[in-house]
Nanobody
Framework: QVQLVESGGGSVQDGGSLTLSCATS????????MGWFRQAPGKEREGVAT????????IYADSVKGRFTISQEKEKNTLTLRMNSLKPEDTAVYYC???????????????????WGQGTQVTVSS
């Protein structure tokens, strides 16, 4: 059984930084895609960044390019999202997701993922 558990959310000021972690268990790490998604109040869930486990390739949403970094700590079975230069519009619940499919490019579309964590709140105040 695959389990994803996010942690690291919190409240920061505009321009601050946070690092989110997603602890995984039961997930086949050598192939597939993992990603971070977020949902702001009143908005649909959107893809933030994805990570392909077989070659470490990454994809970012335009809104976070240059500010966020997705990475994997294989020995700890953990996916992280380092978020710098945070803005109030980054405020959302952030979710970790995974799928055991070897996509040519890991999509930012939530429909492609079948394992989800419970989410962690990130609040950025101005």
């Amino acid at each position: 059984q695959v389990q994803l558990v996010e942690s690291g959310g919190g409240s920061v000021q505009d321009g601050g930084s946070l690092t989110l972690s997603c602890a995984t268990s039961g997930y086949t790490y050598s192939r597939g895609c993992m990603g971070w998604f977020r949902q702001a109040p009143g908005k649909e869930r959107e893809g933030v960044a994805t990570y392909r486990t077989r070659d470490d390739s990454t994809i970012y949403a335009d809104s976070v390019k240059g500010r966020f970094t997705i990475s994997q700590e294989k020995e700890k079975n953990t996916l992280t999202l380092r978020m710098n230069s945070l803005k109030p519009e980054d405020t959302a619940v952030y979710y970790c997701a995974a799928v055991n499919l070897n996509w040519a490019a890991c999509p930012l579309n939530e429909a492609a993922y079948n394992y989800w964590g419970q989410g962690t709140q990130v609040t950025v105040s101005s």
